[in-house]
């Protein structure tokens, strides 16, 4: 049987908060470390990982840091192709603006 988890946007952003520190851990760095390998003040950091709110060019460039930035780069890739359907509809040019 196949359970589907229902998640918000702010347990995925509590989550990749906690994996965050979790790699930062792993490395042995402190947050103010961190903080001078990526640019994102000390603040902002603390704020992340006890919330997880932040914002998107932060989140970046700490992944950068922490080497994994292209993890991140890949996340809005179109999906494998799984039928002829799916790839009839991706060969479809897309709109050029939003119709609902």
Do not use: H, Y
């Not at 988890?5 to 347990?11: A, D, L, N, R």
């Not at 999906?79 to 790839?87: A, C, G, H, R, W």
């Amino acid at each position: 049987m196949i359970i589907f988890e229902i998640k918000t946007p702010v347990e995925v952003a509590n989550r990749l908060s906690i994996k965050a520190k979790q790699l930062r851990l792993e490395k042995k760095w402190t947050r103010k470390t961190l903080s001078e390998r990526s640019g994102v003040p000390e603040a902002s950091l603390r704020r992340f990982e006890d919330t997880g709110k932040i914002s998107l060019e932060s989140f970046l460039k700490l992944m950068c840091a922490l080497g994994r930035l292209d993890e991140v780069e890949t996340l809005l890739n179109p999906l494998k192709i799984k039928s002829i359907d799916q790839l009839e509809e991706q060969t479809k040019p897309l709109p050029k603006r939003g119709t609902i």
